[in-house]
């Protein structure tokens, strides 16, 4: 069964940074677009990016510029370095093998102004 496991959310000041990872077991990693959602309480989950196995990255317009993902393919591990953190920001971030329905449970992010 696949798993996505994230980490490295926390709660951080307006303007600061966070990297996120996902690491993912059970899948050919290196083969599979890997994406990057978050969810506000009481919103609907939003796209942020996704790399593809090439290493193409798209972003979502909320974070782009201020956000990095990437991958490791050795470690079946993507990333999501956030930078200029803002406390709309505050969510739950969750990793997911893109156009198929594996998530992981998600790691919270808090931002405090």
């Known amino acids: 069964q696949v798993q996505l496991v994230e980490a490295g959310g926390g709660l951080v000041q307006s303007g600061g940074s966070l990297r996120l990872s996902c690491a993912a077991s059970?899948?050919?990693?290196?083969?599979?677009?890997m994406a990057w959602y978050r969810q506000a309480p009481g919103k609907q989950r939003e796209f942020l990016a996704l790399i593809t196995s090439g290493g193409r990255e798209t972003y979502g317009e909320s974070v782009k510029g201020r956000a990095t993902i990437s991958r490791d393919n050795a470690k079946s591990t993507v990333y999501l370095q956030m930078n200029s953190l803002k406390p709309e920001d505050t969510a739950t971030y969750y990793c997911?093998?893109?156009?198929?329905?594996?998530w992981g449970r998600g790691t919270l992010v808090t931002v405090s102004s």
């Open positions: 059970e899948i050919i990693f290196s083969r599979n677009v």
């Open positions: 997911n093998v893109f156009g198929q329905s594996y």
